[in-house]
């Protein structure tokens, strides 16, 4: 019978999920055989984020907290769905930004010509219209523009790049930096772009453990590699046996054992070495992403352009450079000071609106930084504290209460108190011990009692489960 099959017989029959329940009290109430009442509490367990026990006498007991419902299921949609949204608009916010910044660098320069143009005419009198400093200065900055273009384009340009290449390069020097100024630009109003993460590093991640501890696994080896904590690595174990034709076994000291034979099959051949135990979370450990990620001068010449366009903005405000006012500045004889036409969009609000936003929104992320180290503190403290239960329970040694906070300090610079000591353990699953001396120190006896387990099954292991058997048909000879 498939799993999920058996599970929806165990679904109907247990009358209360919430109790406790073995294997055979789940055979009994079912019906069904032994290894289908197994392969269906292990599925369930898996789907409702259960949990297995181990009694003294080596029994497994499966237990399932919230019964046969999912209530993060809603928390977690929602968080999805917070999640794509906040994808979706900064990706939208990342569009203006690119599109305001073609906006500041053409359509402001072509402005801030024709105000030139409109104030200098002004001021000229008729005679020397046709020569006065306005047209000269008019045409030396056309010329500057149409130069800058030329030299930046034409083929012959050191800058120029050849259109199709992907990979091109500026000709005749090195480049300092490929990065595009748009993207400059974005990061420094939305900070840089996070890679998104693998959703199956953690499970391949998991499998590599496998292989690397010959077929044989506990809990601390899933949080070891992957930083879960106890109760979400737990359920984990439960989907992995059900994906990778994993068993699970009790020692006669009530250490858990999961196995996965198949796994361990490989074609490297005789000559096949178990690999290298995969890197620990705690060394990998997250650090807060940079600000901006670009360098200083790319974020003093964006800051000096948004600058640049909140006060000319603001001057447009002040002196109500509205569309219609703006043919008075090519009438030579204009008044000193603009009438009063309204609150000026094009020209005054919008671009500085959009100015404000672009320095807020950096400064606001510099704000929440504070509390992103926070979090990231919080998370290396745990790492910390799993380092330490999971290094010495291996050994099966206690773990001192002073070995714990010169851990949490060490990673975090600061002194942690007894509630965040005893909350951690907790959730590992120790108890309070008294050493010989009167000094405080943990032990977790699951955890032990695994390791121990582990290492008397790995020791019975053979090698001949990683070795394919002799070739008898291949379609390339």
Known sequence: MEPSAAADVLRRTLTDPRRPVTVADASVASGLALRDAEAGLTWLTSEYRGHLRVTEDGDLVHVFPNGFTKPWETPEALSRFLSRSGRALASAGRFLVR?????????????????LLGMTLARQSSSDRDDGPGVHLLGGLFRMIAEAFFWTFHPFSPLYVQPGWRGARPRGRAPKDDVAFYE??????????????DPLAARARILEEIRAQRGRIGLADVMRVTGLPRSEADPLMARLMLDHDGTVDVSEGGGIVYTFEALRRTAGGDDFTAPARPRAAWDRLRELPPLTGNPSGSNLMIALLNGGNLLVSAWAIQNNLT??????????????????????????????????????????RALSRVR?????????????????VVTRSARGEPVADEALRAAVRVATGEEPT????????????????????GEIRYRFAELEADAEALEAERERSSEREARLGKIVFASDT
């Open 99 to 115: 599109a305001w910044l073609l906006i500041v660098m053409v359509s402001y320069a072509l402005l801030f010509a024709a105000l």
């Open 184 to 197: 400059k630009v974005n990061r420094f109003v939305f900070g840089p772009e996070r890679p998104a993460e």
């Open 323 to 364: 569309l219609a006012n703006l043919t008075l500045l090519f009438d030579r004889e204009r008044p000193p000071v603009l009438p009063d036409d309204g609150l000026p969009m094009v020209l005054g609000a919008i671009p500085f609106v959009f100015s404000v936003v672009l320095f807020a929104l950096p400064v606001l």
């Open 372 to 388: 992103q180290q926070q979090r990231l503190d919080a998370e290396h403290a745990r790492l910390a504290v799993l380092r330490e």
């Open 418 to 437: 007894s509630k965040d000591i005893t909350r951690r353990v907790v959730e590992l699953g120790g108890d309070v011990d008294v050493g010989p001396e």
